[in-house]
């Protein structure tokens, strides 16, 4: 199956810092690819849908200045977390979809534990 | 508005049998995805539907009736490693994923 890359894996930082997060397509090109956040014992949350040479679409009550999306590439998409605070100590997750005909599977990344101190 | 229910928690002996049940109400539907989650790990693909019936993959079963906005997992021989959260999602119109809140699974010995 298709694989998705994320980078880091765990990150720690002081508040008021800015925070990267990459997401790689490793073996298929994704013209999309969604960020999620999980806080938890909770469920996903869509934060926001990243497209390919154009604006990411934000999820209604997502800060679009603090949570930076670029997708530059067919292959990488990166969230930024801006002015990290502790409540955004989360786990956040990229997807992207296959694109198979007929079929919508995403397949996610292995996920990137931040936590703001 | 755009609701997925499924129980929060069950639990189960191993080797026994266990439904996840998961009823939906979508604007649309485009297909329903069950995946698995360990804690502090991304979910993993199990399994998908679009049209009725039941879809069998080894120790996993999915089951949808569209009329019904209803679906279930089946999980039979039940392990310790099926110790999880299940997750039931639902692909709308505009086919964008609506997830639900998840099933933890805890399996006895």
């Known amino acids: 199956g298709a694989v998705v890359s994320q980078h880091p894996s765990w990150v720690i930082c002081k508040s008021g810092t800015s925070v990267k997060i990459e997401c790689r397509s490793l073996?298929?090109?994704?013209?999309?690819m969604f960020w999620y956040r999980q806080f938890p014992k909770q469920s996903l949350m869509l934060m926001a849908t990243?497209?390919?040479?154009?604006?990411?679409?934000?999820e209604q009550g997502v800060e679009k200045d603090k949570f930076l999306i670029n997708h530059a590439s067919l292959t990488l998409s990166t969230l930024t977390v801006t002015s990290a605070h502790p409540e955004d100590s989360s786990f956040y997750i990229c997807s992207a979809p296959s694109g198979l005909a007929g079929y919508n599977e995403q397949f996610f990344g292995p996920g990137t534990r931040l936590t703001v101190l | 508005g755009q609701n997925i229910d499924q129980p929060t928690e069950m639990t189960a002996t191993e080797g026994a049998i266990v439904q996840i049940n998961c009823t939906y109400q979508t604007s649309g539907f485009n297909g329903l995805f069950w995946y698995q989650q360990h804690a502090g790990e991304a979910p993993t693909f199990l399994s998908y539907n679009v049209l009725d019936g039941l879809e069998e993959k080894g120790r996993f079963s999915s089951f949808l009736s569209r009329s019904k906005g209803y679906s279930y997992l089946l999980l039979k021989e039940l392990q310790m490693k099926d110790s999880a959260s299940y997750l039931c999602?639902?692909?709308?119109?505009?086919?964008?994923?609506?997830w639900g809140a998840g099933t933890k699974l805890i399996i006895k010995p």
């Open positions: 999602a639902v692909l709308d119109s505009n086919y964008q994923l609506i």
């Open positions: 073996d298929f090109q994704a013209t999309t």
């Open positions: 990243s497209n390919e040479g154009s604006k990411a679409t934000y």
